[in-house]
């Protein structure tokens, strides 16, 4: 079977297209490189001891995307082709709208006029805002603070009403709780550019010594010491979690909660990573982030009831994971992204 993976060099997607390989798909990706590299590509086939197709092109152009169609029978796709920084999509508004709801669209289209049934998209558990953990699949949705967040919402929206209009459209909308670590071999991982946003690459890079310390963003959440709580989950458990999904599609669209179902709190995943490493990591308690809320973690029983699909790696795996990514990655070179299009 053919899968079309748009975005398939990217965190995310590079680990899924090592999970499909091995499940027995045949891949396809599609990716414009604008936050990933090519020789992800030869890192996959190394992992696998398989090959995968690559084609380096804009998942918002209706002719780049239908040049695929019309060299390959695609049966599904998976849809992990976005920008994804929350404080960019402040400052970049239209940038965002349009990669983000204009991809989904393209690809939409191009399901119809070549009949392909199947679509797994990324969505994100951003858009529950500011609801009140653990949150579950049918939860009425909050306005998130961020253009990226309401793209996430905006497309679960078209693939729904498509869905609804042409049932014959299998989707599903997995919405990722906060994904962290990387493959064991330290070929594939996460590795943002500058200094990171988000807590595991900031602590990776304090451990590294390329960063001094964490600020730890607020210590007086009401959650069990005051720091953020977060649903932390193995990007492998990510992975396979898509080809759960991919086998267990049903008419019409169906959202899933991708996460453990388990709070972490900042402190307590620094504690785990120094245990799991041992480093110690240095850091200070600082002000609120702007936009964080206190806690945020799945209720995961949906996917587990109708996908068969459950998370298995614990926080000791994702700190040992994304550490050893961290160390065997810098050796290869830093990642080289392209400056995205100004409006
Ligand atoms: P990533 O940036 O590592 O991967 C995205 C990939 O898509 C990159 O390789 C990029 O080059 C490519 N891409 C972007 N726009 C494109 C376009 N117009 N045409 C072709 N290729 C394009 O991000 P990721 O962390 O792997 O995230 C994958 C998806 O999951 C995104 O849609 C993201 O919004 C969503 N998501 C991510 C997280 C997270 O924490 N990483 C959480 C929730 C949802
Ligand atoms: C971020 C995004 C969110 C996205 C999610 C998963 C923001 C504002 N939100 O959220 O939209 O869906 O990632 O990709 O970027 N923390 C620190 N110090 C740091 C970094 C983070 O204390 O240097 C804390 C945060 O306050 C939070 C926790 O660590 O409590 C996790 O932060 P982060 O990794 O950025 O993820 P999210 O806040 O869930």
Excluded at 132 to 140: G, H
Excluded at 223 to 244: F, M
Excluded at 306 to 327: H, P, Q, S, Y
Aim: hydrophobic share 40%; aromatic share 10%.
């Amino acid at each position: 079977m053919n899968i079309l993976v748009t975005g398939g060099l990217g965190y995310i997607g590079s680990h899924t297209c090592v999970a499909l390989l091995e499940a027995g798909y045949n891949v396809i990706v599609a990716d414009n490189l604008c936050n990933s590299k090519e020789e992800t590509k030869n890192r996959i086939n190394q992992i696998t001891g398989k090959e995968l197709t690559f084609y380096q092109l804009e998942v918002t152009s209706d002719y780049a995307v239908e040049e695929i169609f019309n060299q390959h029978e695609i049966d599904g796709i998976i849809h992990f082709a976005g920008l994804k920084a929350v404080g960019e999509s402040v400052e970049k508004p239209l940038v965002y709208y349009y990669n983000n709801i204009v991809s989904t669209m393209v690809l939409a289209r191009a399901c119809q006029k070549y009949g392909v049934k199947r679509f797994v998209f990324s969505s994100s558990a951003t858009v529950y805002g500011d609801n009140k953990a653990p949150f579950i699949e049918d939860m009425k949705l909050l306005p998130t603070t961020n253009p990226y967040g309401e793209t996430k919402a905006m497309c679960e929206r078209i693939l729904t009403d498509i869905a609804k209009a042409y049932p014959v459209f299998s989707v599903a909308l997995l919405r990722y709780f906060n994904p962290v670590g990387a493959h064991e071999s330290g070929l594939i991982g996460e590795a943002p550019n500058g200094i990171p946003n988000n807590l595991m690459p900031y602590v990776t890079q304090v451990a590294k010594g390329k960063l001094e310390k964490l600020r730890v963003f607020g210590n007086d959440y009401p959650t069990i010491d005051g720091t953020g709580v977060r649903d932390y989950i193995h990007v492998l458990d990510l992975a396979e979690g898509h080809v759960a999904a991919l086998n267990n599609l049903k008419e019409g669209a169906h959202v899933y909660n991708l996460g453990t179902g388990q709070g972490t709190s900042v402190l307590k995943l620094v504690k785990a990573f120094e245990e799991a490493n041992g480093i110690k990591i240095p850091y200070e308690i600082a002000a609120r982030r702007p936009g964080d809320i206190a806690s945020c973690y799945a209720d995961a029983s949906k996917a587990e009831r109708e996908l068969g699909w459950t998370a298995t790696r614990n926080i000791v795996a994702m700190c040992r994971d994304a550490w050893n990514f961290e160390k065997t990655y810098r050796k290869h070179g830093e990642n080289t992204k392209k400056v995205l299009m100004l409006f």
